[in-house]
């Protein structure tokens, strides 16, 4: 299949253990910022977001941790599976520019899951 | 991929061809996006636009270009001026106009040069 990105950070993890992905963002005014799971091929797929007012959210198996103090973003994923493996990235909302809410896209890790 | 539907998944663009990808939406989404990939890179906009008959530039519109006639229809054409179309490219909507609203991706359009 098509690869989203030939030079990656790629995070190796064992089958039932935990991952970290980090992803540190540019703007200190951003107020929104979201999580996407893309698999080869494929379009970015909704994981998880977090408004700037939080400092943690909690899904199914996802949580993100933002940390405004160091501009940081990161995804846990607990239990991690075999169809976790993907390429993840952050993106975060600019704010109002030019004229409409623009967001700004990290280049992404890829996620192995080792079995 | 949410009710964003993309085609073809696969085009193919001969030198000096202009080529049209389709992006449909049936989330009643007020605003849309198009974005281009390329290996190792963040998603760049390309146009956007926030209602019917309107649309805007973003940052790498050169080459490109856009209509919305149709709330749920947002088709890209890839023109002849476009030097490096080779990437994928994906159609994204939200519901509003307001910021803190989730994008929502389709599953993307491979344009390959012949």
């Known amino acids: 299949g098509e690869s989203v990105g030939l030079h990656l950070p790629t995070l190796s993890v064992q089958e039932g253990d935990n991952s970290i992905i980090n992803c540190a963002y540019s703007n200190s005014a951003s107020d929104y910022f979201i999580w996407y799971k893309q698999e080869s091929g494929k379009g970015p797929q909704f994981i998880i977001d977090?408004?700037?007012?939080?400092d943690k959210r909690q899904g199914q198996r996802v949580t993100v941790l933002l940390n405004k103090t160091v501009k940081h973003l990161s995804l846990q994923i607990a239990a991690t599976q075999p169809g976790d493996s993907a390429v993840y990235f952050c993106a975060e909302n600019m704010g109002y520019t030019s004229g409409t809410y623009k967001y700004i896209f990290g280049t992404g890790t890829r996620l192995k899951v080792l079995a | 991929d949410g009710g964003i539907t993309q085609s073809p998944k696969y085009l193919f663009r001969k030198e000096g061809q202009n080529v049209t990808l389709s992006c449909e939406q049936n989330?009643?989404?007020?605003?849309m996006y198009w974005y281009r990939q390329d290996p190792g890179q963040g998603l760049r906009l390309i146009y956007y636009?926030?209602?019917?008959?309107?649309?805007q530039k973003g940052d790498i519109a050169e080459g490109y270009s856009v209509s919305r006639e149709k709330k749920e229809s947002f088709p890209l054409t890839v023109t002849s001026a476009q030097k490096n179309p080779t990437a994928f490219y994906l159609c994204a909507s939200k519901p509003g106009l307001a910021g803190i609203e989730t994008q929502y991706f389709g599953p993307g359009t491979r344009l390959l040069v012949l």
């Open positions: 977090i408004r700037s007012n939080m």
């Open positions: 636009s926030q209602i019917v008959n309107d649309f």
């Open positions: 989330l009643n989404h007020d605003a």
